[in-house]
């Protein structure tokens, strides 16, 4: 989790908004808010806080963290979409907030609804980045419904499906339908139990032996019929939630089919005589890899995966060397390999600048962090890279 500045978040909030933020807490309503009306002023409100009883500060704290993550440029898109879908009448005045982050507070405060919505779906549209995501388009199937008879027999289902794990007779599903008509079921289930050190409300540390809970995440989209699962597993795992999916919520027996190919090509870098070439020369002045996972593609090893991290200024050849060194060890070739991870750094050319902008990229075969880029320019640099080695299938 980043670090968190109490004191430099509060100054980077309108006072306006910090007011009417903190004025909801009966405790700060006696402040002297005229010696707070300007922006970097923010001694009095900090002391103010810092005397709050702790369970008061905690909700704070994860409030404006919350706040904080809201703030990338793709994180607001989703923000703006659900606030045109609630409150359309509001999104002018909103365009208006000068700040990124008091775009997030000052919807917070007017658009709770949208609020709300809008952070389940960042959190949603971040789980499909990890490795466990797959698509599926639409198949024929019977009329899908998400009432509370379906979600049941959906919950059941998944509860039958990990009964061999021992992991209890509950199952609960969230669902939520996007402004743009994507139902989101949020599914979860008991996870091993773990202990964790935590603090009591007395302020005494102790250790809790408490049974977490792991998710499970369907989208569903009615008018395409496309069909997305996160979950742990392979793809065998992935077609029987799938085939769940279907029976409960359709009330259909589908036929297995494979996911959509991945977005990202990535098994090609390792062929012979490979180089990250072919980019606006203009616009980039170096490329490096700082970070290479690859993992056999062949039946009988007990090795997962090599992972080489990269001294900075080491070419991409030399690279190539390292490896095939290192698989002579374990009598495999680059042809049994398959790339699951790589980080790409890209220098852009400094056009008069002291210091040249970096884009470092994180590419798996379903995921890549270009967009929460905030930089368009830079997003434009990045994707134009993607398209000239062949990695991006756009």
Known sequence: MAAFNLKKTLKQIDPDLRQALFLRYPELASLDWLQLKKKRQVDLLFNALVALPNNQKRDIQFLLRTFLSMTPACHLKV???????????????????????????????????????????????????????????????????????????????LIDHHSGEFRGDVCEIHPYTRKNGAVYLFAYLPNWPENFMVFNREGELESLNLPTAFSILYVFTPKTGSLEIIASGGQSAQLELRRRFYQAMTQTEVEDLDPERPTYSLDHLLEEGFDFTGQDSAKVERVEVSRLLVYPRVEGFNIEGLQLRIRKGTTWNKIIEKLDHMLTAIDLSRAQLTVEEIWIRIQCSRNGEKRPRMINLKVTPRACNLKSIDDDDLQEIGLNCLEAWKISHD
């Open 79 to 157: 923000l703006l979409e659900e606030l045109r879908g609630h409150s359309p009448e509001l999104v002018n005045t909103w365009s208006k907030q000068e700040s990124r982050i008091d775009k997030v507070v000052w919807t917070y405060l007017q658009a709770r609804a949208a609020f709300r919505e809008a952070v389940i779906f960042v959190r949603a549209d971040d789980l499909a980045k990890s490795m466990y995501w797959r698509k599926w388009q639409g198949v024929d199937c019977g009329q899908f419904s998400a009432d509370e008879d379906r979600i049941r027999a959906l919950s059941q289902s």
